[in-house]
């Protein structure tokens, strides 16, 4: 187990050598202060002896008390020399100060020498971690070097162990360094320490280690040496390094869960959270309750908010929040959909690579270790064996090459076959859309319970319908399966993509006529009231005519369109609900009951055979669960409730499908892994998000809002709301600066800078890109030339081989004759090497050393008989004899 | 927890906190588990550190391990003596690599391991045909298997010496989409 013994010994080596290096370094350093000391000073050894001892905790203070005195040095002096005179002990004192401060300034220097020092100790270090990873027994070694270098040491330098505690008060600067940067490594080992691949004996026994170190040299550091402020300090610096060892890779959301729960938990948390402002604050003030439908005035829609600016005692603002919990809501799903996609690029090469390493990856990635079930453990053998079998028979299908023509006429004609498809479920949309508008015209009594909810029906019909008619007609392109897939996803994508968007300019045709009933409407009831205001004052001869007492139920009402589009989309979704139990229902469960039960007493296996059970549809399902996001994005604006609606929904269909499928589908028999096209689906809910958005904004920036309902009646446009917050609530200056940033001359800069970063940006990744390929490049010629050197023969790469042809004395020389006798060759191989060497005797050794590389080549044309080919008489190499051309490369210098 | 007995010493739970990917409660629940394997062997104290390890017939019943093509590498690979016997600190080793939080640099090494059947520390030939066959419960035909291990050695064989070295599975695994999802058991 080399790896293993190579970790295992670096990682040994790594703590021993660390702790041993800094004894080790503070001990040099120190015996050099020493000696120094000694030198310069020429005191009594048996003074400085006792000094140096109880000097450590003095210096300190007196340093400090020097320090301000540091600029009244001279007149210290000054004083000093007058004071000669005086008494010894004052002399002494003074000595004992100047020593000091020659000592400050030894340390000046030393600060720097003890720098470098440590420095050395550290690539001494580093030698000896290198060392250390080479092989346990070197470990070993270098451990008794180190031992014996320590002894060796201590002998030599009269270092008592007493001085060994002081040395900790008394440290240089640079060995404070140092010894801070050994305290940080081992920090960092500690947080580190569980990604390491040791055993956990010793990850404990070096973790203990670890931990004494800190708190012994973080005290001695003297920064408090309080274990209090230790703490607080490992703690700050967790906090600051940003990867905190403590707390957090434990305590976030597993990344798998995050994986699985993916599309799913998109899907939920917007639920969630656009549940947000407008609905907790039920602030009903209308009763609009009507016989014809309560849900129309509750919560769930639009027109329920009123436009009362403030609320409460709190002064919230509804019409506000609803608009930017409106837009908000896209903005947070655009970035969180996004920075999804970005973490799943980064995270392995996102089918860039694919098709590189198809073997091997299937062979150490396929098996799911979460695996606990035997029978799931079954399907899992059966599906990893289909795919090796798979990924067999398509290398070998790579090499056959068949009849490209019918294959291509084949793939048009599909496509033609998908493209009428598709325009005709648009049209069936759009005319069914238009007959509903009929319809709503007309007496809603009359009207059978089909023609009422005609278009969802429809929608949902062509959705369950067109999906497997596309995977029929697929079936005659004959592309490989995931490429197909892609091509179904696609195709399904665009049909649920153009159903929608086909139903939303219906709906909008529908939205202006409700805008011009609602002029008509206001005009005529302002026209009511004025007459009844001329009226009660003419009847009764005064001026103050008492406001018109109506009972709200009574009231006029405009048709506002907000809530209509609202329940447009809340009818789709339920009915999209529906739709999706009644398939599960019938599709699947009656199916599996059929299989089951009729089996007993049918004529084929009905299990194995024909109709056998249902497959659980991931791919459409996934396209199902975007699909409903897409609706929703679009539809909250209109009909806040749908968002709960929506949860029920989720959560409902999440267990009734899980029933559904583990009781009574198979798998599918090609396992299809969602995570592989992660992006792909995240993608296609970008797109989604995107084109949801469109319609929402435009409705926003566009349309006027109903005249007598919803937050934003009696506004010429929503965003209204916004300029009025902006011009009465916040202070003047405010308003100032928004203007200037909405001024048209500040936003086309800003938006060229943007489209000149993008530029940029994009630049630099394509370098990037250019670069990686480059690598990748290098990376296979350096294969290459391994295995060539390996097999010692002609290089394998075709590039090489051409270049090599295209040599020019290459070109001159006649296709090697098969007539030649053997012997020939290996008489021209011996003569060829005796006239190489005179010929090239500058470069004697390197050609030689050339030629004998070449010599076992057998792609060299070299079998003739060095008379059997004259050179052409123009040829340059006039005194060489023949033989010497064939080897291309001994020409060149000569000349 | 609210056991009156203590397992394990203050100390011991923060040791372990920082040498696993675990909370104190996962270390807790995983000594219970441990216990679980063997009552009579595992005490419920585990304050002096006993050396008390748990053979591997044992380990590999576990419903997290039991239908695992691999599982006796995997114990094998852990145990500190090789023999496939597992103390509590292998044990909770294992399952503290094989753990969702654990990064892909310390997977891929005991990947490595894992798949390194006769641990010579290259992934050779025949490690690949014992994977594959225990991948594939032995049900491709030898050609098959001998293709398929060509194949493979061919795509992620840097050095061309006809064997992975672990360079050549990092580079490899790097890659590979599902590695991350697929290496890990929950417990």
């Keep these: 187990m080399e790896v293993d013994a190579t970790l295992d010994s670096g990682s040994e080596g790594k703590p021993y050598g660390t702790i041993f290096c800094l004894y080790e370094a503070r001990r040099r350093s120190k015996n050099r202060r020493a000696k120094a000391q000694r030198k310069k000073k020429q005191v009594s050894d048996d003074e400085d002896d006792e000094e ?70 550290k690539e001494d270090q580093n030698k000896e971690k290198k060392g250390n990873v080479k092989g346990k027994d070197e470990t070993n070694k270098g451990s008794e070097k180190d031992k014996k270098k320590k002894n060796g040491k201590q002998s030599s330098s009269p270092v008592s162990s007493s001085e060994d505690e002081s040395d900790e008060e008394s440290m240089s600067e640079g060995e404070i360094a140092a010894l801070k940067e050994q305290v940080e490594e081992k920090k960092k080992l500690i947080a580190t320490l569980r990604n390491k691949p040791w055993r956990m004996k010793r990850r404990l026994v070096l973790l203990k280690e670890a931990q004494e170190f800190v708190e012994k040299f973080e005290g001695a550091l003297g920064k408090g040496r309080g274990k209090k402020l230790y703490a607080f300090k490992v703690m700050m610096t967790k906090v600051l390094m940003g990867l905190p060892y403590g707390s957090i890779p434990r305590k976030t959301v597993p990344r798998s869960e995050q994986d699985t729960a993916m599309d799913f938990s998109v899907l939920f948390d917007f639920g969630v959270r656009i549940l947000g402002v407008p609905c907790l604050l039920p602030y009903g003030s209308w009763d609009r309750l009507q016989p014809p439908g309560y849900c129309k005035y509750s919560i769930l829609f639009y027109g329920y908010y009123n436009n009362e600016r403030t609320i409460g005692v709190l002064k919230f603002r509804l019409p506000l929040s609803y608009l930017l919990t409106g837009v908000g809501i896209f903005g947070y799903s655009l970035m969180v959909v996004i920075r999804t996609m970005a973490r799943n690029a980064n995270e392995g090469g996102d089918g860039g690579d694919e098709g590189e390493f198809t073997f091997s990856w299937k062979m150490f990635t396929s098996w799911d270790y979460l695996i606990g079930n035997p029978e799931t453990a079954d399907n899992k053998y059966a599906s990893i064996t289909t795919s090796f079998k798979e990924s067999i028979v398509d290398e070998k299908e790579n090499q056959k090459n068949e009849n490209i023509h019918l294959r291509r006429f084949l793939r048009i004609l599909a496509n033609i076959m998908i493209l009428c498809c598709l325009g005709g479920s648009g049209y069936l949309i759009y005319f069914v859309v238009k007959r509903s508008q009929d319809f709503a015209k007309m007496d809603p009594a009359s009207l059978t319970w089909f023609q009422k909810n005609e278009v969802e029906f429809v929608m949902s019909l062509l959705g369950l319908v067109c999906p497997p008619l596309f995977e029929t007609i697929a079936e005659l392109e004959d592309y490989h399966p995931r490429i197909a897939l892609k091509w179904q996803l696609g195709r399904i994508f665009a049909l649920f993509l153009g159903n929608l968007y086909t139903f939303l300019f219906a709906l909008f045709d529908e939205v202006n006529a409700k805008l011009e009933t609602e002029q008509e409407l206001k005009n005529a009831t302002e026209w009511a009231i004025h007459e009844y205001n001329a009226n009660y004052s003419s009847y009764y001869n005064t001026t103050d005519v008492p406001p018109l007492v ?125 995570s592989r096209s992660n992006n792909f689906y995240m993608g296609l809910l970008l797109l989604v998000l995107f084109l949801s958005l469109l319609p929402v904004v435009y409705t926003i920036m566009t349309l006027p809002p109903s005249f007598d309902c919803g937050p934003f009646s009696g506004q010429d446009r929503m965003y209204d709301v916004v300029m009025e917050t902006i011009t009465q609530d916040l202070p003047a200056f405010m308003g100032t600066i928004f203007t200037y940033a909405t001024n048209p001359g500040l936003i086309m800069p800003a938006v060229l800078l943007m489209v000149l970063a993008i530029y940029y940006l994009n630049t630099v990744s394509k370098g990037y890109q250019q670069a990686n390929l480059d690598l990748k490049k290098k990376m296979k010629m350096a294969r290459d030339e391994e295995k060539n050197r390996r097999n010692n023969k002609d290089s394998t790469n075709q590039v090489m081989k051409d270049l090599e042809d295209l040599l020019p004395n290459k070109s001159l020389i006649p296709p090697p004759t098969e007539e030649e006798p053997p012997h020939d060759i290996v008489i021209e191989k011996g003569s060829k090497s005796t006239k190489m060497k005179p010929g090239s005797a500058g470069k004697g050794v390197n050609l ?5 590389l070449a010599a076992p080549n057998p792609r060299r044309p070299v079998a003739h008989p060095p008379r059997a080919r004259g050179g052409p008489p123009g040829h340059l190499r006039g005194p060489l004899p023949g033989p010497g051309r064939g080897r291309g490369r001994g020409a060149p210098p000569r000349t | 927890m609210g056991n009156k007995q203590t397992t394990f010493t203050e ?34 104290d585990y304050t002096n550190n006993p050396d008390i390890k748990v053979p591997m017939t044992l380990i590999i019943t576990m419903p997290e391990l039991k239908e695992n093509p691999f599982r006796e590498r995997i114990v094998e690979t852990f145990s500190e003596d090789r023999q496939g016997n597992l103390s509590f600190n292998d044990f909770i080793d294992m399952f503290s690599a094989l753990c969702e939080a654990s990064p892909r640099e310390l997977k891929t090494i005991y990947a490595f391991k894992i798949y390194d059947f006769n641990r010579d520390n290259f992934i050779c030939k025949e490690d690949l045909e014992k994977t594959l066959n225990k991948l594939t419960k032995g049900e491709l035909t030898p050609e098959e298997v001998t293709l398929v291990c060509d194949k493979a050695i061919e795509e992620a064989d840097l050095d061309g010496d006809n064997k992975l070295s672990f360079a050549d599975f990092e580079n490899m695994i790097s890659k590979a989409p599902d590695f991350l999802s697929n290496f890990h058991i929950r417990i």
């Design chain 1, 550 to 674: 109506v009972n709200p139920a009574d009231a006029v009402r405009g048709p506002c369109w907000e809530t209509a589009v609202g329940i447009e989309f809340v009818k789709l979704i339920v009915s999209d609900m529906q739709v999706t139990f009644l398939t599960i229902l019938i599709g699947d469960f009656g199916r599996a009951i059929t299989v089951r039960f009729l089996n007993y007493c049918w004529c084929w296996d009905l299990e194995a055979g024909i109709p056998s059970y249902a497959e659980f549809d991931i791919s459409g399902n996934v396209l199902g669960l975007i699909f409903n996001q897409g609706m929703i994005w679009m539809g909250a604006f209109y009909a806040p409730g749908l968002v709960g609606l929506n949860v029920l929904r989720l959560l409902t269909s999440m267990y009734f499908q899980c029933w559904a499928v583990m009781a009574c589908n198979v798998p599918h028999e090609r396992v299809f892994k969602a």
């Design chain 1, 848 to 852: 030689q050393k050339e030629v004998s």
């Design chain 2, 11 to 44: 100390e011991q739970l923060e040791a372990y906190q920082d040498c696993t990917f675990f909370t104190r409660k996962e270390i807790l629940r995983l000594h219970a588990r441990y216990r679980e394997l063997a009552p009579h062997l595992v005490p419920l």
């Design chain 1, 52 to 121: 140096d001892e109880d000097e450590a905790p003095r210096k300190r203070g007196r340093r400090k008390r020097t320090k301000p005195q540091d600029s009244d040095q001279d007149d210290e002096e000054d004083k000093r020399s007058v004071r000669q005179k005086g008494a010894k002990a004052s002399r002494r004192k003074a000595a004992n100060e100047e020593r000091d401060e020659e000592s400050e300034e030894d340390q000046g220097k030393r600060k720097k020498g003890g720098r470098a020092a440590s420095k050395q100790e």
